[in-house]
């Protein structure tokens, strides 16, 4: 087994051990995973609340599980495709000889997706949320407030003293997998200073479509290194103009 929960995950942690130390006296690797499993399974179902992170579930099955139950929360959390393929890209996870119908692939995905998070939301679906992740970035107290809100739960002031920790302790930010951040709004703005012309002319290709709906601001060519380079000015509206719609 690799060391991703040992590394990224604290209460994954005991799972890991557990393995480890089954495996140390020789049982069989399935037998150690359903007996460690099954520990991780108990301790999570005594949960009042449980929080799943997925990036392929499409947005239509998510419609059918929110139809389903009423006690699913969903937060459906977006960003810039330009920060994010070049994220994608520097964590080697976009294969070379085919980038452009990756991008193709992936940005269209990621419009079908905010369209049917539209028409639920115009239906009057109250449990699911659009966001976006330089909305969080830049404003991580304001955004944690507005989620703590949308699931019903009480905010504590533990949690935000973390959440100001984890979004601006001004230490080195060089873990891809890691939920801290030396400077979050940093972090959401470092794309702008590393992307070459190429590289965003590609995605501006297949991804504009995006653009418009979320509120992200189109630069041309010519606006290079007067818009996208110079981070002092935003390319993110104030506003999520898709969510205007529902209005």
Not at 201 to 222: I, M, R, W
Request: charged share 25%; hydrophobic share 35%; glycine share 2%.
């Amino acid at each position: 087994m690799d060391k991703f929960h040992s590394r990224y995950s604290k209460s994954m942690r005991p799972f890991l051990y557990c393995v480890y130390q089954q495996r140390s006296q020789r049982y069989p690797r399935l037998d150690s995973l359903k007996t460690c499993l099954s520990r991780t399974q108990a301790r999570c179902s005594q949960a009042d609340m449980r929080v799943f992170k997925t990036i392929r579930l499409s947005m239509t099955t998510v419609k059918s599980l929110i139809e389903s139950r009423d006690d699913i929360k969903v937060v459906h959390l977006v960003r810039d495709p330009r920060g994010m393929m070049l994220s994608q890209r520097n964590n080697q996870l976009i294969k070379t000889n085919d980038t452009a119908l990756q991008f193709q692939n992936w940005c269209t995905r990621m419009y079908e997706d905010i369209l049917v998070t539209r028409d639920l939301l115009k239906n009057g679906e109250k449990n699911i949320k659009l966001i976006r992740y330089e909305d969080i970035a830049f404003n991580p107290i304001q955004m944690t407030k507005e989620l703590f809100e949308f699931i019903g739960e009480p905010l504590t002031q533990d949690v935000l003293r973390h959440v100001a920790a984890s979004t601006s302790m001004n230490a080195k930010d060089n873990c891809a997998f890691c939920t801290r951040r030396g400077n979050s709004s940093l972090t959401a703005s470092k794309w702008r200073i590393n992307i070459n012309q190429e590289f965003l002319a590609l995605v501006d290709k297949h991804c504009q479509q995006n653009y418009e709906p979320l509120g992200y601001y189109f630069s041309t060519d010519a606006d290079y290194n007067t818009n996208i380079r110079n981070v002092s000015k935003s390319v993110v509206l104030s506003d999520i103009p898709i969510l205007q719609e529902v209005v």
